[in-house]
């Protein structure tokens, strides 16, 4: 299986600055038949369930705002909310979908400071 | 808009069944492929089972496999989740999960749309 190892698991940061959640897995997530990282990121709120923000490691998903961004290829992988704002106070998960079973990442909490 | 419900949750003993519905509504449910992904209270997601848009293939995590099925019914826009032989450590909330599905004809294994969620408590 593909381990999904995120960091920090907890993070609190001022309104207004960068936010940046890394995500790292056991084997690579690319394809090089398509250069395609299988990987994707979540935001779940509390008593919600999760959001599809970022897919193919930096497609954003439609109606994400702008300040959400991926990036990353292979086996590091990085989030980044470059204006944080309150509503964005959340749980948020990388999943690889390149090999079953699709795993997730342990959840990174998001504060602010 | 999207919209899946998911029902079917409650208090069951250890080793005995349960079967979980997800109605879904608002796109076309036969041209998806649909997952259920299950969260323990306070903990992750994880994968659990995933089935292509006819029915044709089924795929499930090693921790449910030969105990849990997955089933969908087009003509009523369901997707369902037998659950058996049920042990404490698939107390969790269930949700029902939409495949992006755009992923050159096939699945594309992560989920644009999700249920609320329904909770099973494995419990004697």
């Known amino acids: 299986d593909i381990v999904m190892t995120q960091s920090p698991d907890s993070l609190a940061v001022s309104l207004g600055a960068r936010a940046t959640i890394n995500c790292r897995s056991s084997?690579?997530?690319?394809?090089?038949?398509?250069?395609?990282?299988?990987f994707a990121w979540y935001q779940q709120k509390p008593g919600q369930p999760p959001k599809l923000l970022i897919y193919?490691?930096?497609t954003r998903e439609s109606g994400v705002p702008d300040r959400f961004s991926g990036s990353g290829s292979g086996t590091d992988f990085t989030l980044t909310i470059s204006s944080l704002q309150a509503e964005d106070v959340a749980i948020y998960y990388c999943q690889q979908y390149h090999s079953p079973p699709y795993t997730f990442g342990q959840g990174t909490k998001l504060e602010i400071k | 808009q999207v919209h899946l419900v998911e029902s079917g949750g409650g208090v069951v003993q250890p080793g005995r069944s349960l079967r979980l519905s997800c109605a879904a509504s608002?796109?076309?449910?036969?041209?998806?492929?649909m997952h259920w992904v299950r969260q323990a209270p306070g903990q992750g997601l994880e994968w659990v089972a995933a089935i292509w848009f006819d029915g044709s293939d089924k795929y499930y995590s090693d921790s449910v496999r030969g105990r849990f099925t997955i089933s969908r019914d087009t003509s009523k826009n369901m997707l369902y989740l037998q659950m058996s032989s049920l042990r404490a450590e698939d107390t969790a909330v269930y949700f029902c999960?939409?495949?992006?599905?755009?992923?050159?004809?096939?699945?594309?294994?992560?989920?644009?749309?999700w249920g609320q969620g329904t909770l099973v408590t494995v419990s004697s």
């Open positions: 999960a939409r495949d992006r599905g755009d992923c050159t004809g096939t699945m594309c294994y992560f989920f644009d749309s």
């Open positions: 084997q690579s997530v690319l394809y090089t038949s398509n250069y395609r990282n299988y």
């Open positions: 608002g796109f076309s449910f036969g041209t998806y492929g």
């Open positions: 193919w490691a930096s």
